[in-house]
């Protein structure tokens, strides 16, 4: 799976993890130079509290366009520290 903002690919993982439709990239599939940290945090009644990171890209910011579980309840171990995306990241087979 690739997601990709703004005409960039950001992430690229053939081992995503599906929860609600949403695909979960692990870290490392990140291109961490667009990524940077945000201070919003959402909660989730079974997975936890989301953080989130601005996705940066080629001078333009899509705010707090990816999310993840730094320490996800117990019923979603399996995302911990993956990252999913919304605000128009597109996420497609590739």
Known sequence: MKAIWNGQVIANSNETVVVEGNHYFPP?????????????????????????????????SNKDAAWYYAEP???????????????????VEG
């Open 28 to 60: 490392a599939s990140l291109t961490e130079q667009f990524f940077k940290k945000s201070t919003k945090t959402t909660s989730c009644p079974w997975k936890g509290t989301a953080n989130y990171y601005d996705v940066e890209v080629d001078g333009q």
């Open 73 to 91: 309840k117990s019923a979603a171990n399996n995302i911990a520290g993956y990252i999913a995306f919304w605000r128009g990241v597109e996420v």
